[in-house]
């Protein structure tokens, strides 16, 4: 099959990509691209394969984005699950996503759990390709070794931040990510922190204090609630985690930190441990694209579809944020879609306090980050490396995922960048709990999915808003 399009993001290694016209050969029985033919007209195409080929017009064709920060939640909780994630990840572009273990019952930290979700996901349709994350908790760090063993599992998330009770997960002190780094290190397998540091009393009584004299809907006093300092000494945290091991000295472990919304703070922080890493490969930032499109002055109070932590900041850390992206301090850009029943969100009693915290939204991660990206001066490229390329790299599979080049996966996205609209004008909703997306009815989005290829195979159809085939499966490192 050949696919002809006018804008093709055609990866090169060790130089930048480039937007080029021109056709991809994909051998439909592999999946694989086994032919690029950057700057063939349509015509040379028909001349060439006229029983076998696709023009796309004049949109782009792009690797398919992966997201590294999923909640799937499908054991032991009706919050998502793994069709109706991945449908929603298909309709939008996303050709791979990676499940957190939270909010699993019980979580991917042990062996037994992994064979759960294993068993879970082979239950349902995937549309999309799907790997998981492990977790780390304080009583899990002798099974540490044993779990990281697996080939389902591509490395493992901690928490520095209390949850809950009701999350049913527990954070790690810093000493014990820095075991938990000694253990990961020599395995090639990085780990994913949560980074906001304070303890469960300290976190209960800033939010009593930050909503005192405030109604239950402030906005204001969910912010100051979070404050970034907590944001900062955790990613001082982090940075002292990527440092080698004094007892094997050439291993250090690669560490990630997700969802970063203090830019401010914490890039100066982000850049000085870079300088003394011998690769900067060993410190990886992940941001999301609720904190580059939103700010809190676009925030109104009880909107509770975007509580988060850590919390949407102000437009001046949006700013840095940016920055921070364009000068490529931070990598790459993930959804932390956090679907929950609906009644959890309280949209009705407008509570800001007690909402669960989270958005859900994975089906519109690429208007929610390609609108504000445009406007800005970005391009396609920059939307590959932040979206694909890199995100291929921190899961270990930039030889074979993130790219469009001979040998790679045909994962594919195509999609009008041009097109401004609601999503719900063109397409259903796919989560599992509808209605509580902020994307979904937003009529300043820009970009729309035409259609999405996992590993050769159209698995959506973006022009009618149809599902094909449930092509895909969960991958091993
Ligand atoms: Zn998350």
């Not at 790459?332 to 859900?360: I, Q, Y």
Request: hydrophobic share 35%; aromatic share 8%.
């Amino acid at each position: 099959m050949t696919l002809w399009c006018q804008n093709i993001v055609f990866g090169k290694s060790h130089v930048q990509s480039q937007l080029q016209q021109g056709s991809i050969d994909i051998d439909t029985t592999t999946g694989i691209i086994v032919n690029c033919h950057p700057g063939e007209l349509w015509s040379e195409v028909q001349y060439r394969n006229p029983n076998d080929s696709m023009n796309l017009g004049d949109t782009i064709l792009s690797p398919g984005m992966i997201d590294v920060h999923t909640h799937i939640s499908a054991l032991g909780r009706t919050w998502e699950g793994y069709e109706t994630a991945t449908k929603a990840a298909a309709a939008g572009g996303i050709t791979t996503i990676m499940g957190m273990p939270l909010n699993s019952i019980p979580s991917t930290t042990t062996l037994e759990a992994v064979e759960l979700e294993k068993e879970q996901a082979g239950k349902e349709s995937l549309y999309v390709d799907v790997g998981l994350w492990g977790g780390v908790v304080p009583n899990n760090l002798s099974g540490l070794h044993s779990l990281l063993q697996s080939p389902y599992i591509f490395g493992i998330k901690a928490f520095l931040a209390p949850l809950p009770p009701a999350a049913g997960y527990e954070a790690v002190t810093p000493e014990q990510l820095l075991m938990a780094a000694r253990i990961c290190g020599p395995m090639g397998k990085p780990i994913l922190v949560h980074s906001e540091l304070m303890t469960l009393e300290e976190s209960t009584s800033a939010v009593e204090n930050a909503f005192a004299g405030h109604e239950d809907s402030s906005y204001v006093a969910h912010l100051n609630s979070r404050p970034a300092v907590w944001e900062q000494d955790a990613v001082r945290i982090v940075c002292k985690a990527t440092r080698p091991d004094p007892t094997n000295p050439s291993v250090r472990c690669r560490m990630h930190i997700v969802h970063l919304s203090d830019a401010k703070g914490c890039l100066p922080i982000i850049q000085e441990c870079r300088k003394g890493l011998s690769s900067p490969d060993d410190l990886i930032v992940e941001t999301c694209p609720h904190y580059l499109l939103l700010d809190d002055s676009q925030i109104e109070d009880g909107d509770t579809r975007v509580k988060c932590f850590p919390p949407i900041r102000d437009f001046e850390n949006r700013e840095f944020l940016w920055r921070g992206l364009d000068e490529g301090w931070i990598d790459m850009v993930a959804s932390d879609h956090s679907p929950c029943e609906t009644d959890m969100r309280l949209m009705e009693s407008r509570n800001m306090k007690n909402a669960w915290g989270g958005l859900s939204g994975l089906q519109y991660q690429l208007q929610a980050t390609w609108t504000d990206a445009y406007e800005r001066g970005f391009s396609p490229i920059d939307m590959t490396r932040w979206w694909s390329e890199n995100p291929a790299k921190l899961i270990g599979l930039s030889s074979k995922k993130g790219r469009i080049g001979v040998g790679f996966h045909a994962d594919l996205c195509w999609w009008d960048p041009k097109h401004i609209g609601p999503p719900n004008e063109y397409s259903k909703e796919y989560h599992r709990w509808k209605g509580t997306t902020i994307y979904a009815d937003n009529p300043s989005l820009r970009g729309r999915v035409l259609g999405t290829w996992v590993k050769g195979t159209h698995v959506y159809d973006g022009t009618t808003d149809v599902h094909i085939e449930p092509a895909g499966r969960l991958l091993t490192c």
